[in-house]
């Protein structure tokens, strides 16, 4: 992985200050590397370099290190005895995580034998000793270090200390590494399986992707951690719908492209991202767009996007040389187009897909289910397959008892207002009193919010509601964005919410951020929760639930059954009411693509990733030539 663990590219700011805090000298450089070195008495250093500029080198001793905003790319050292700061910002965040830890175990496990050498070595002895200066890059973190440094902070961090009391955390003493320990999508590297690496990997080489696979095999998983190994500032997560641009951390694409719902004429839509300054901008400042259930992205909203992206950017590449990692299935949800507005429905059948997309992937293993009878039935639901054993298989499901410990299904609705109803009239059912929780949301952003975050602005509660956990809490705990339970009782004015393990939770109020179409975040506050009775198939994709009803009786779109099967994680826990084979079918066009796709994928099996293909037909064919080939062939 770039960057590795004791090297960092970054954007960098030091200032060097007196004792009363004035500036007395100051370097910025907008990209740079950072190294961690060490000198022939083994002291280690940070060098930063960065381009026709001469390196500066700053003794790793007395430092406190700010590493709050980590997770979006930003960090600060202090280094006391040079007297001055280094300001990170742009880092991967996941490599900045890694590199914050390497700094920690090493100098946590130098500590003693440092102060050792150093208290027998003066300087004069230093300089007497005649060995010539020499650095050398600090050797990778082995499994000894980590568990050296972690039986040094072990006792030192049974408590964290409240975020104000430790402001500036002292990598010396103990408490702040605890957080580049604990388990985190960022700093969890070992869970992805061996065709997500393959995926990221190609992702870092550059290369504009699509990667696809069947609903729970791991995609947004993978994209999350695709987004803290790119560079934030330059890096764009977004999804075709709110509620999966929530999940990624993003905003919607819509929001990003700054060009409405793209209706108009194409000069037109370009004069417009042109001259408004700050979507100009962001289409300049972006280098890896993201897009997360691409599947329901309208293929001439896409066309249109390109076209911008190239005339903004003054640069005629695909996409004006934006880095594109595409993602999702195109089984699931078809795009939510006016009826007789496009012809064109599918990304994949715009001209500019073909020139777009250099490498595509497939990943293959669910990992949200488990049991092998319910993946082989939602693969042959996926295509539209419903055999006898199948049909009578989900029927059965029908009378299921699924419920347990009071917490009831999700009703899963293939209209918005059916649900909306059910939870209505559930809530107004029950008896006590009822409780309001508003948002705080920043000023005149409630409808963009609303849009774009899945907690609601307004929350009615009563003692009794079958509520959805919004955000994850405690993923040990099994408190994680989807979990549902029921509110037990108010406490102090916050719900208390008991989950279906058990587990007591009193929901306070968390935060959601959202990047604004200039770049800046706005944020909601509100208790992590919704009523949970029911919801729209719609609202659904992307989401894993552990109990599940459904009525599939009026379902209206190619997926949408899929999609409301697929987010149960067995059978047993998953009750579909009315199941008919009618219900279920998949979109030609789909199909067609996915057959050449999977003939493509055969092809690039064969293919080292990003490498010039050197076949005895075509010695220069580069794989992307191969694909055009193929795709004008056919
Ligand atoms: N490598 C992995 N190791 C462990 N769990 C994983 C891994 N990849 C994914 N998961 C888990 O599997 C579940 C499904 O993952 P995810 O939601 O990313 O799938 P998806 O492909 O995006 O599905 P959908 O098409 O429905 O959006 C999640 O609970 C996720 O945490
Ligand atoms: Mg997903």
Redesign the pocket.
Known sequence: MEGGESFLSCAVTVEWTTPQGSITRKVNYKTASIRLIRNEFREMFMEIAADKQSNVRLALKNINVFKKFMAEGKASIKFQEAGCTLFVSNAPPINLVSFLRTIFVKMSGDKETVNKIQSKQSMRAKLLSGKTQAFEDISPVTVADISNAKSKISKATTTTPSPKKRKLEDVNKGPAPKKLYSPSPLTNTS???AE?QRVLEACLSGKNIFFT???????????KRIVSALPPDVTMPTASTGV?AC?IGGTTLHAFAGIGDGSGSLEKLCEKATKLPLVAQKWRKCKHLII??ISMVDGTYFEKLEAVARHVRKNDKPFGGIQLIL???FL?LPPVVDKGKSSKRFCFQTSCWEKCIELCFE?K?V??QTDKEFISILNNIRIGRVTKDISDRLIKTASQKIESDGILATRLCSHTNDSKMINYSKLRDLEGEEKLFSSQDSDNATSLLDMQTIAPSKLLLKVGAQVMLLKNINVNAGL?NGARGVVVRFEEGLPVVRFKNKKEYTARTERWYVKNSNGSLLCRRQVPLNLAWAFSIHKS????LDCVEMSLSKIFEAGQAY?AL??AQSLDTLRVLDFDSRHVWANPDVLEFYQKFRRRLQQMEIIPLGRPLSDKTNKKATLRQILEKQIKRK
């Open positions: 869970s992805l399986n997500q696979g069947s609903a729970g095999t791991g995609k947004s998983f993978l994209l999966a999940h997360d259930e993602c999702g299935d699931q990943l293993e990992h949200r994680v994709q992307g989401l894993t999609v697929s987010r």
